[in-house]
C-alpha cells in the first residue's frame, strides 16, 4: 500500500495513546465556536475516502456536539404524568446532528459526509464535508441531511440491512446454528 496505510495507522495509533498532541487539539477545539471552517481535514485518508478533494466547491467544517445523557426538559404549570420520564431518546445520532448544524450554517452547501474527529467527556467533534453542486458539478440531492440521505441519516434510519436476509433476534440465530 502506499502513504494512505501508513498514515492511517499512526493517526489511529495517536488516538488510542491519547497523545499530547491530541490533547492540546481538543483543549484548542472546546475554546472555538462550535461550527467552524477548517481549511485542511485532521485525518486526510478519512475525508479522502469519504469523497472529498482539494478543490474548489469542497468546504471542511468542524462541528461540535454536547455528549451524555439526554435529558428532558420538566413540563410547567401542573402535573403531567406522561411527561415524567428522565430521559428522551431523539432520532438522530451525534454525527447526524452534527451534520444539520453544519447544513444549517451553510445552506448553500450541501453535506456530502461526515466523520469523528475527537472526543472527550463533553463533547464529540465532527468534520463535515461540503460540497457546492454549482462549482463541483456533482448530482448531489436537496437538503439530504435532513432527509436522511446521508450516511449517518441512512444508518439511523435502519436502511443499511434493508434486503438482506439477517435475523434481527438473537433466537433466531441460535435455531440456524442448531439445524
Known amino acids: 500500500m502506499g502513504a494512505y496505510k501508513y498514515m492511517r495507522e499512526t493517526y489511529q495509533?495517536?488516538?488510542?495513546?491519547?497523545?499530547?498532541?491530541?490533547?492540546?487539539?481538543?483543549?484548542?477545539?472546546?475554546?472555538?465556536p462550535t461550527i467552524r471552517r477548517v481549511e485542511r481535514p485532521t485525518n486526510l485518508v478519512r475525508a479522502r475516502t469519504l469523497g472529498y478533494k482539494a478543490k474548489d466547491g469542497y468546504v471542511i467544517v468542524r462541528v461540535t456536539t454536547d455528549k451524555g445523557r439526554r435529558r428532558r426538559p420538566t413540563p410547567m404549570k401542573g402535573?403531567?404524568?406522561?411527561?415524567?420520564?428522565?430521559?428522551?431518546?431523539?432520532?438522530?445520532?451525534?454525527?447526524?446532528?452534527a451534520e444539520q448544524k453544519a447544513n444549517r450554517r451553510y445552506m448553500?452547501?450541501?453535506?456530502?459526509?461526515?466523520?469523528?474527529?475527537?472526543?472527550?467527556?463533553?463533547?464529540?467533534?465532527?468534520?463535515?464535508?461540503?460540497?457546492?453542486?454549482?462549482?463541483?458539478?456533482l448530482?448531489?440531492?436537496?437538503?439530504?441531511?435532513?432527509?436522511?440521505?446521508?450516511?449517518?441519516g441512512v444508518k439511523v434510519r435502519g436502511w443499511r440491512s434493508w434486503g438482506k436476509s439477517k435475523p434481527r433476534r438473537r433466537s433466531h440465530k441460535k435455531e440456524r446454528k442448531e439445524k
Request: aromatic letters at 8%; proline letters at 5%.
Open 108 to 137: 448553500n452547501l450541501e453535506v456530502l459526509n461526515s466523520y469523528l474527529v475527537g472526543e472527550d467527556g463533553m463533547h464529540k467533534f465532527f468534520e463535515v464535508i461540503l460540497v457546492d453542486p454549482e462549482r463541483t458539478g
Open 13 to 32: 495509533k495517536e488516538l488510542k495513546e491519547g497523545s499530547p498532541i491530541i490533547r492540546e487539539r481538543l483543549i484548542k477545539w472546546r475554546a472555538e
Open 79 to 97: 402535573r403531567k404524568p406522561a411527561h415524567q420520564y428522565v430521559i428522551l431518546q431523539p432520532g438522530l445520532s451525534y454525527r447526524a446532528q
Open 139 to 152: 448530482d448531489v440531492l436537496k437538503r439530504r441531511a435532513f432527509r436522511g440521505l446521508t450516511s449517518a
